[in-house]
């Protein structure tokens, strides 16, 4: 083998060649010279093409392993923002929590009429303990009940909310024997409060409180010989209870605790003499009860849509 020029007479070249039978390709090429001195090698040239740079050398330490990001799913860490503390490696549930936890929607009473501000006023007013409300469908009865109720409960006003109607179907509709729970046979009763709720809560949520009993479904029978301490008591579709129930319901107030009482007449399952929310509004006008006041709502009071209007005069 000949010398080449800058080699010396212990010079070394090495050349790789990778290829096909028809066609050759040179990836890279190295050219080292060795010297020996005293029994050890000392390279004195090393050079490697742009190929080999991409590619890990057997000859990095572990160190220089870490630092190089092109053989790792991630360019750049921040541990700031894993939920790994730095000196123990542990997970902090706090981080991960206060990371995962999603703002509530805020919860605005606004009204859109003289009368629900009245309404309004009477919800959010702490010497009013039960409200009546009573009026054509679609002016906010149920809806501002159940927005007072929630920002209380945010508020740590008070400690659950308690919803309630008459197990009275619409023109003695059977729908036979639900199938369930006490909570999954009265679902289909107080959807229209469920879906108010639904707004702000999702369904995990939701579940949660049900099992909890932060939030309470009970048929109005069942109310009979309870206590309600610092809960807010929801009973929609009044209209269709007798006046014995909303006396029995009335009777239950305990402290910090507020009833509202919902309902239209003109939709009432039951006649004149058993309608329970006819009797207690004439009742209201009649006895002037300090700590309970009676609201009413009009046509001029309907926000759902305005078709509504135009559908109750046509069957008046």
């Known amino acids: 083998m000949k010398n080449p020029g800058n080699l010396s007479p212990t010079g070394v070249s090495i050349i790789f060649i990778i290829g096909t039978p028809t066609l050759t390709t040179a990836l890279f090429t190295e050219s080292h010279t060795l010297n020996t001195y005293e029994g050890q090698d000392v390279l004195q040239e090393y050079s490697v093409s742009n190929h080999r740079r991409n590619t890990l050398s057997k000859r990095k330490t572990s160190a220089l392993r870490q630092k190089d990001t092109r053989y790792t799913n991630k360019r750049y860490i921040d541990e700031s923002k894993t939920f790994y503390m730095n000196e123990s490696k542990t997970i902090d549930f706090s981080q991960a929590q206060q990371q995962q936890k999603k703002p509530r929607k805020p919860i605005d009473l606004v009204p859109q009429s003289i009368n629900q501000e009245k309404y309004i006023i009477a919800l959010t007013d702490p010497e009013t303990d039960i409200v009546m409300v009573s009026g054509p469908a679609g002016t906010g009865k149920t809806y501002?009940?159940?927005?007072?109720?929630?920002?209380?409960?945010?508020?740590?006003?008070?400690?659950?909310?308690?919803?309630?109607?008459?197990?009275?179907?619409?023109?003695?509709?059977?729908?036979?024997?639900?199938?369930?729970?006490?909570?999954?046979?009265?679902?289909?009763?107080?959807?229209?409060?469920?879906?108010?709720?639904?707004?702000?809560?999702?369904?995990?949520?939701?579940?949660?409180?049900?099992?909890?009993?932060?939030?309470?479904?009970?048929?109005?029978?069942?109310?009979?010989?309870?206590?309600?301490?610092?809960?807010?008591?929801?009973?929609?579709?009044?209209?269709?209870?007798?006046?014995?129930?909303?006396?029995?319901?009335m009777t239950r107030i305990s402290e910090g605790s507020k009833i509202v009482i919902t309902g239209d007449v003109e939709q009432t399952d039951r006649r004149t003499p058993e309608n329970g929310l006819l009797d207690l509004k004439q009742k209201i006008q009649q006895n002037k009860v300090p700590g309970m006041t009676a609201c009413e709502f009009d046509m001029r009071d309907i926000r759902r849509h305005k078709i509504i209007e135009h559908i109750l005069k046509m069957y008046s």
């Open 144 to 249: 501002l009940a159940m927005l007072a109720a929630i920002k209380a409960m945010r508020a740590g006003e008070c400690d659950r909310i308690i919803l309630t109607r008459p197990a009275v179907a619409v023109d003695d509709e059977k729908h036979g024997f639900l199938p369930g729970d006490l909570n999954q046979k009265m679902e289909p009763w107080v959807r229209p409060l469920f879906d108010i709720l639904r707004e702000y809560y999702s369904v995990k949520e939701i579940k949660y409180m049900l099992d909890e009993q932060i939030v309470e479904i009970t048929p109005l029978a069942f109310c009979r010989g309870r206590n309600f301490k610092h809960a807010w008591i929801i009973l929609d579709e009044a209209q269709n209870a007798t006046p014995s129930q909303l006396k029995m319901l």
